[in-house]
Structures are given as structure tokens and as C-alpha cells.
């Protein structure tokens, strides 16, 4: 069976994106509403800048014990965020993910337009154990060239 690409995995349709001037409350209830545990964050012409994660409301803003309405989203967001190629298989996503210890991907075209965000929800119980598998051959493999 040929594995699913990212962006065969992901839904279509709209991307939920913010500008970096959005209060933190605005980028939070954006996210409520769309039911979704990031936001992109862009410039005036749909650049991507960075990434807006739960994670980085509840470390940069909640335990921190900053104004959510006076913070604006470019004060916490991660800035130049990992992103992948469409044509990307969600197994080297999810080995991606793991490897640097987050949840959500932008994808991005060659043109750098955003096509979408890979969230680990967008992988199949499967693909989760063959990138597991993957992460520990490489683990071993490592530590048998270290030794």
C-alpha cells in the first residue's frame, strides 16, 4: 500500500490565520471557534511568519500571567516555524514532529503559499507506528554508530 502525503491527509478548505498585530484573546478564540490547536500567523500578503500553538498560550502567555488582550500574537508565536511539501508522507512528518517535539506543520507549496497545517490528529493509527518504528530504527542505528 503506497502511504498517504500530508496533504492527502489533511481536510480541505480553509486555513485559520492571523495577522501579527491580533491580540493573543483574538488568535485564542479563533481557535475555539474553529476547533483547532494552532494559527498561522502571516503578513498582509499571506507570507507565513509563524505558528500560534496552544503550547505557546499556555507557556509564553497563561504561566507567564500576561494580559491575553494586550499581547499580541507576535510576542509568543514561534517565528519561522518547520513546515513541509505537500508531497511529504505523513510518516516523515510524524518522525519530524518527533524528532523536534511539536504537533502541528504548516505545509507550504514550492512558492511558499500555504496549503494547509499537518496536525498529528491527521494521522492514521498505522502511519503513527510506522513512523514510531522508523524513529527507533534511526535511534539504534545511531547509537551503534556512537558505540
Do not use: W
Amino acid at each position: 500500500m503506497i502511504e498517504r502525503t500530508v496533504i492527502e491527509s489533511v481536510a480541505p478548505g480553509h486555513v485559520l490565520a492571523v495577522l501579527p498585530g491580533a491580540s493573543s484573546y483574538e488568535a485564542a478564540c479563533a481557535m475555539t471557534r474553529a476547533h483547532c490547536g494552532s494559527v498561522l500567523v502571516v503578513d498582509g500578503a499571506g507570507a507565513l511568519l509563524g505558528i500560534l500553538t496552544e503550547r505557546d498560550l499556555m507557556t509564553k502567555l497563561v504561566a507567564m500571567r500576561r494580559d491575553p488582550q494586550a499581547t499580541p500574537v507576535s510576542d509568543i508565536m514561534t517565528h519561522n516555524p518547520h513546515f513541509i511539501a505537500p508531497d511529504t508522507t505523513v510518516s516523515d512528518a510524524v518522525l519530524i514532529m518527533k524528532r523536534h517535539n511539536f504537533r502541528h506543520l504548516p505545509i507550504l507549496s514550492s512558492a511558499a503559499v500555504i496549503l494547509g497545517v499537518f496536525s498529528l490528529r491527521d494521522a492514521m493509527p498505522r502511519e503513527l507506528a510506522a513512523a514510531e518504528q522508523m524513529a527507533d530504527l534511526i535511534e539504534q542505528q545511531s547509537t551503534n554508530v556512537l558505540s
